[in-house]
């Protein structure tokens, strides 16, 4: 009787024991969510991404030293993100101080001092405005902020702009000025 009534208490305290843990566990996961429900679930630190095209070849490149996303929001915030868009001969470097990346990859938004240069040509043209849009399966920027372009002796400004990057069409929207000094 005196082994039974001891195994009983050992199973007692085993289950008291048991129950206490199971409910602490419950009540921190209960606080935890309550207290972050907004949290970071991903971060790459300089990192570099090449999404291909429909041919098999390098469509664009994303790079950027810093990536966070959050469990709660459908985009990733970006520090300053470099795009490269690589579609046939019409080729640009996009930089800026921040972006965003929607989760299906397929649009960015990017701002504060956003640069676009035109790649491999004798005479590139550099855009610059505050902020743009960029829809990565049509390959088109678009922005409807004061833009600044430049190509070597020509210079236009301009509310707002479309680039097409697969037909090489540049489209200024509004109020464009330009201005042409030869220079020596």
């Known amino acids: 009787m005196k082994r039974l009534f ?8 085993a289950l008291i024991f048991w129950g206490s843990q199971t409910w602490e566990r419950s009540v921190s996961i209960d606080t935890m969510k309550d207290s972050d429900p907004h949290y970071i679930d991903v971060f ?6 090449t999404i291909m095209n429909e041919e098999g070849r390098p469509g664009h490149t994303l790079k950027a030293r810093l990536l966070e996303h959050y469990n709660d929001d459908d985009f990733a ?9 690589l ?9 800026a101080q921040r972006g965003e990346i929607a989760d299906n990859n397929q649009h960015i938004s990017l701002r504060d001092e956003v640069i676009i240069e035109q790649r491999d040509v ?9 902020q ?20 070597r002796d ?3 400004k301009s509310q707002g702009l479309i ?4 037909s090489g069409q540049l489209e200024f929207l509004n109020h464009v000025e330009g201005r042409y000094e030869q220079l020596q």
Not at 44 to 49: E, G, L, N, S, Y
Not at 77 to 85: D, G, Q, S, T, Y
Not at 87 to 95: C, K
């Open 122 to 130: 004798p005479e590139p043209i550099r855009l610059e405005t505050a």
């Open 44 to 49: 790459i630190r300089d990192f570099t991404i």
């Open 87 to 95: 579609q046939n001969e019409h080729r640009w470097t996009i930089v």
């Open 6 to 13: 001891s195994l009983s208490l050992i199973i007692i305290a």
């Open 154 to 156: 020509f210079q236009v």
């Open 132 to 151: 743009l849009d960029i829809d990565l399966r049509r390959q088109i920027a678009t922005s409807c902020r004061p833009v600044n372009i430049t190509q």
């Open 77 to 85: 915030i970006m520090n300053k993100p470099v795009l490269e868009l």
């Open 163 to 166: 680039l097409d990057n697969i």
